[in-house]
């Protein structure tokens, strides 16, 4: 069984947006070192009943930026993002994930005002906050189902 000392809130710059995109890096760099180290087999296999296991979890958050925060892919059944394909790998989705999130934070670096329309519902400022939330509820799930993987915990 592996323990990592928790690390603590992250640092961030003083504005409202430098505060919102540090806690969401903060949270997308915890999902993927939940996966980081897990054998293959094991990173796709349920942890729990309803099916959820780490690279589905990894799978969905990519969906998940790309809908609500890049305005991409008009998704219809949420439930099947968090399914990943027999092609998919651990280094893959991760790669996925990786590469959206360079392009999220672009989009968020542009934005000048979050009272601004955001690009499905709400605004700017919602979205993000939406993000933080839906990424930090996966990220809980992500550490119980490392640690019914291997006996790892902390972030």
Avoid: C
């Amino acid at each position: 069984m592996s323990r990592k000392r928790d690390t603590g809130p992250p640092s961030t710059g003083a504005g409202e947006k430098d505060v919102l995109a540090g806690f969401l890096d903060y949270l997308r760099a915890a999902i993927m070192a939940k996966a980081d180290g897990v054998p293959e087999e094991r990173a796709r296999v349920p942890g729990v009943p309803s099916g959820t296991n780490l690279l589905g979890l990894i799978k969905h958050l990519t969906q998940v930026e790309r809908h609500w925060l890049l305005g991409h892919d008009d998704v219809t059944d949420w439930k099947a993002t968090f399914h990943p394909s027999p092609e998919d790998t651990t280094a893959s989705l991760l790669a996925a994930y990786r590469e959206v999130i360079a392009e999220a934070n672009d989009e968020i670096a542009s934005w000048t005002d979050l009272a601004e329309a955001g690009p499905r519902r709400g605004s700017r400022r919602w979205t993000l906050t939406h993000l933080i939330e839906e990424t930090a509820r996966h990220a809980g799930h992500a550490d119980i189902l490392r640690e019914l993987v291997d006996g790892a915990t902390g972030r």
